[in-house]
């Protein structure tokens, strides 16, 4: 079975540093990768997603993640953050084809200070 | 384009009472799924609708809950009678056939007390 591991719940920095959230997955089968973020009282924001191709993929607000399929890792970075990404960001795996449900990980809650 | 739709955003009741929460998804997107986000964690899936079709219910706790898309658009997932451990937001999400990334709406917030 597919799961997900966030490896941090809650990750402070302090505003114009830089920022890494862990992600790790187990599955047996080629897997597809979203990074979602979650403002509070909000629905899930698509950040990014991996679905083949190259391994470092960009997405929107500065962010990008890279796909490393040996350490089956989908790590995201990004280089200077603001106080407004401030969020709750979930890892998310699926796998086969598409329209199959996400599995997401314990959410990692990342807290900009100034 | 307009989003999800989900509707109401928060709702309050007492233990064994009945509550539905309303799913508009996006146009044209022909399957739609219920998670259930649990204060702390991650979504969970509830169910899968592929059109008006159930594909997946494995982890509806189906003694209380039941959930439905007629005419395979909008849907309602009911509560019927509600547990304190029921207390979650109840997020839809809506996708194209064939593509894997979903859409979510901005949740249902539902207190039991």
């Known amino acids: 079975a597919q799961s997900v591991t966030q490896l941090d719940s809650q990750v402070p920095v302090f505003e114009e540093a830089p920022v890494e959230l862990r992600c790790n997955y187990s599955?047996?089968?080629?897997?597809?990768l979203f990074w979602y973020v979650q403002y509070p009282n909000q629905g899930l924001q698509l950040l990014l997603k991996?679905?083949?191709?190259?391994?470092l993929v960009k997405g929107i607000n500065g962010f990008e993640a890279e796909f490393n399929k040996s350490q089956t890792s989908f790590h995201l970075r990004k280089p200077s953050v603001h106080i407004s990404d401030t969020a709750e960001y979930f890892c998310?795996?699926?796998?086969?084809?598409?329209?199959?449900?996400?599995?997401f990980g314990k959410g990692t809650r990342l807290s900009v200070i100034a | 384009e307009a989003g999800v739709a989900q509707s109401p955003r928060y709702k309050i009741i007492e233990k064994r009472q009945s509550v539905a929460f309303w799913c508009n998804p996006i146009?044209?997107?022909?399957?739609l799924y219920w998670y259930q986000q649990i204060l702390g964690q991650g979504p969970k899936l509830l169910i899968q609708?592929?059109?008006?079709?159930?594909?997946?219910d494995s982890q509806l706790p189906k003694d209380r809950f039941s959930a439905e898309r007629l005419k395979g658009v909008d849907s309602t997932l009911k509560i019927q009678p509600a547990k304190l451990e029921d207390s979650a937001v109840y997020l839809c999400?809506?996708?194209?056939?064939?593509?894997?990334?979903?859409?979510f709406g901005p949740g249902t917030r539902l207190t039991v007390t």
């Open positions: 146009s044209g997107h022909a399957t």
């Open positions: 998310a795996v699926t796998f086969n084809s598409g329209n199959t449900p996400l599995v």
């Open positions: 599955s047996s089968v080629s897997v597809y």
């Open positions: 609708f592929q059109n008006n079709g159930v594909v997946d």
């Open positions: 999400a809506s996708s194209p056939k064939g593509i894997y990334e979903q859409y």
């Open positions: 991996y679905l083949s191709g190259s391994t």
